[in-house]
């Protein structure tokens, strides 16, 4: 077979696979302030039992995969994963998302390994104030870690910035700055309602419309193709090399064409990032299925996609903080 679509026709193509829960940084939005109860090793996906997932995913019609967590590089030999991933011949994008901080050590090898595509999370460019927001991190790790993945190869790195009003929105314009000086292609996120961050969310929220509305202060955003068709609306500001996308997921929802799956690192899929319905695969797999009882299941849990997310009516994520999905 080489595609699948969910009941409301759209295409499903795409797999994000969560590889851990545990975190090197503690930010504010993500996690709880004491963090949460790490899963006991022996619950987290061997990587065969991801490959095997996967694998069952790229036969039903999975193209692209990104590996995210918690923060993926804390996981112990992650290369050996992306390795495995990159012998799915079905998958032709394998990417990652990380906070960056471990990196400048991993670049090279993850490139090698296979992974074609890196984003990287970042909040703030002062140092007092990252520190502050991941209750953890020091600055110039990240910076470093940007640095090493363009000295890797990776090209474009994406920087993405969720915007916080009162928490880091004071700094649009330097991160926008960098697509200019430094070629940076940063993207803006809007702030979503998920665990325990409900009620903040409504707080800190800034909506695309307002933070584009700054940025064009710097002169007239042209759009721009960076690439495919994921979430982000993508624009140049006049000469800069690097690029600036939006992403919109409250203000102007983009469920009509949402085209992925989230896989827990305990073996939960997740058809929808803000529903709390989920399935477990991990059961299923240590009783020993075969890849096509999982696919079988894949096939239910793709059948089950709700058509959209219900932020409108006030309905979201309860049962697992950011960290805990992936993003
Ligand atoms: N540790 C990795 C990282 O920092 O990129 C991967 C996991 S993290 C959960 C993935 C992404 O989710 C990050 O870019 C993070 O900023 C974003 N995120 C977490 N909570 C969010 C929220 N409430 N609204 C919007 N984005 C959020």
Redesign the pocket.
Known sequence: MTGISDSFNRPINYLRI?VTDR?N?R?V??MPADGINPLPHGDILSYEEVSLIARSAAELGIKKVRI??????VRANLSNLVRMLSEIKEINDLSL????VLLSAQARELKAAGIKRV???L?SLRPERFHKITRAGKLEDVLQGIRAAGAAGFNPVKI???VMRGINDDELIDFARKTLEEGWHVRF???????E?QQE?GERFIPISEIMGRIESLGALEPYILDGNGPAKYFRLPQARGTIGFIS?VSEHFCFKCNRLRLSAEGKLLPCLLSDAEMDLRGPLRRGASVDEIKLLLGQAIAAKPQGHKLEVGTTRNNR???Q???
């Open positions: 969560s975190c940084l930010c939005y993500c995210t967590g918690g923060e993926p590089l998302t990380t906070n960056g984003n990287i999370s909040d993405n910035m969720v996120i809007e702030f979503m309602p998920v665990g961050k969310a997921p903080n950011m960290c999905i992936g993003g």
